[in-house]
């Protein structure tokens, strides 16, 4: 097994995939509008994981026949949290199944689904454990950024050309999915609650443009060449606002923000300054809670109708749950009635949705791992030792202010590389000179940085 692509070799500085992780990440990055043109997108990012999967075992049996010429890998056990997890969750799906006798049909399509899905949650993180450099990934996200400066301006005029709003639908919808949205080329999108138009690009729906506009906008924020770090940071911003997704606008600013506090949490200034914030927010909190509470309803406000749908979604979703699938949920996703314009219950919102679908094993399942994510990954960001601490923090913090609006697991497909990055930023260690990492960092196999 001396494959030539898993050798130990320094990083080279014109940032060319090496070896064929990084071949898979940064074509399937790169490609990412050539792909969405031929509707292939939900298709590469359901596959991706297990291809890189594939490549773990390689590098694992590599390893155990030559140990003197390949790396040690090291499994964080965050990421064995993740992996558990995701298979609880398939255990909540055949609970669910056959709770209501949905039979063995339904079984191997749903788990089929979980492949392509809440599998993804575990996969992309353990591809950390891969020889794959950050470079290669932020700066393939900086490419996206410019495909979307130069594609954008053309999708603004589409509207004024009187062009269809979908100019067609992939075959590969034959390969099924969650909609046809997942497989269209859209050229625009008007908003049916507000009228308004708004861009959606390559995801399913605005506001999923959005969330891969925020994950987008920190990978960007590790490259290292200002020229293609400025288009890739200009580029997912410009995916955070023709989305007009109230939740795009505000983690832009705000997630940088957040981690970049916690980042300098251990400097004097820093400590001194948040002393200062407490004392003059104890003195200004009736203004500050009333500013607080106008913003939220204009937040609200901003789009009623949808406001008004989500919220109901969620209420029947946390309602059937308790009354009728308390433990393994219902294992399937139902359509709800006319309230909710026969939307699924339980979409739009990540909780609301696990908690109908696959009960209660299944929250226990995804809020174990988060929470120990973000616990880990926040040591990890106050010590400036950590090259990817904040930018792994910053993405836990966007997936989890995300499980309030969207569906992770059916989003998967297109935030990957964030979760390819958390996964690095959890496995990495600290140089040979330096202290050991903070307790929760246990070491089964030690391994050099991927990063």
């Not at 255990?91 to 199944?97: E, F, T």
């Not at 060449?225 to 400025?230: G, I, L």
């Not at 030792?385 to 792994?392: D, E, F, N, P």
């Not at 996964?423 to 089964?444: K, W």
């Amino acid at each position: 097994m001396g494959i030539k692509f898993w050798k130990k070799r320094s990083e080279p500085t014109d940032l060319q995939p090496e070896n064929w992780p990084e071949r898979l990440v940064w074509w399937s990055i790169v490609l990412t509008y050539p792909v969405w043109l031929t509707g292939g997108l939900y298709v590469v990012g359901s596959v991706l994981g297990w291809l890189l999967l594939g490549c773990l075992i390689v590098m694992i049996l590599a390893r155990m026949d030559h140990p003197d010429e390949y790396d040690e890998i090291v499994i964080s056990p965050v990421i064995w949290l993740w992996i558990i997890g995701m298979i609880f969750m398939e255990v909540a799906l055949i609970g669910g199944h056959v709770d209501f006798n949905l039979g063995t049909g339904m079984i191997i399509k749903s788990t089929i689904g979980w492949a392509k899905g809440w599998a993804g949650l575990a996969l992309y993180p353990l591809a950390g454990c891969l020889k794959i450099r950050t470079g290669i990934i932020s700066r393939a996200v900086c490419m996206v950024g410019l495909h979307t400066l130069i594609i954008v301006p053309f999708l603004l005029i589409t509207p004024s050309l009187h062009l269809p709003e979908i100019l067609y639908v992939s075959p590969l919808r034959a390969v099924g999915g969650p909609g046809d949205s997942f497989f269209d080329v859209p050229l625009f999108e008007i908003d049916h609650t507000t009228g308004d138009l708004r861009w959606r690009l390559f995801t399913p729906w605005g506001p999923a443009l959005g969330f891969v506009g925020n994950v987008y906008f920190m990978i960007c924020l590790q490259e290292k060449d200002q020229n293609w770090k400025s288009l890739g940071m200009a580029g997912a911003i410009v995916m955070c606002f023709i989305c007009k997704s109230r939740l795009a606008q505000v983690c832009i600013i705000l997630i940088p923000a957040v981690t970049t506090l916690i980042g300098r949490i251990r400097r004097p200034l820093t400590l001194i300054g948040l002393g200062v914030v407490s004392y003059l927010g104890g003195i200004l909190a009736p203004m500050l809670l009333t500013a607080a509470s106008n913003f939220w309803e204009d937040f609200k406000g901003a789009r009623a109708d949808s406001t008004r749908v989500r919220f109901a979604l969620k209420r029947i979703a946390y309602r059937r749950w308790e009354e009728e699938a308390p433990i393994w949920g219902h294992g399937i996703v139902e359509s709800g009635p006319h309230l909710v314009e026969f939307m699924p219950i339980g979409s739009h919102h990540t909780w609301a949705g696990v908690l109908f679908v696959k009960g209660i094993v299944g929250f226990f399942a995804l809020v174990v791992p988060m929470a120990a994510t973000i616990i880990d990954l926040v040591l990890r960001a106050s010590n400036p030792r950590y090259q990817l601490g904040k930018v792994g923090l910053s993405m836990i913090v966007i997936l989890l202010m995300y499980t309030f609006g969207e569906n992770l697991e059916i989003l998967v497909y297109l935030y990957w590389p964030g979760m390819v990055i958390m996964g690095m930023a959890l496995q990495e260690s600290l140089p040979e000179d330096q202290p050991p990492p903070p307790p929760g960092t246990l070491l089964m196999v030690r391994s050099s940085d991927g990063g």
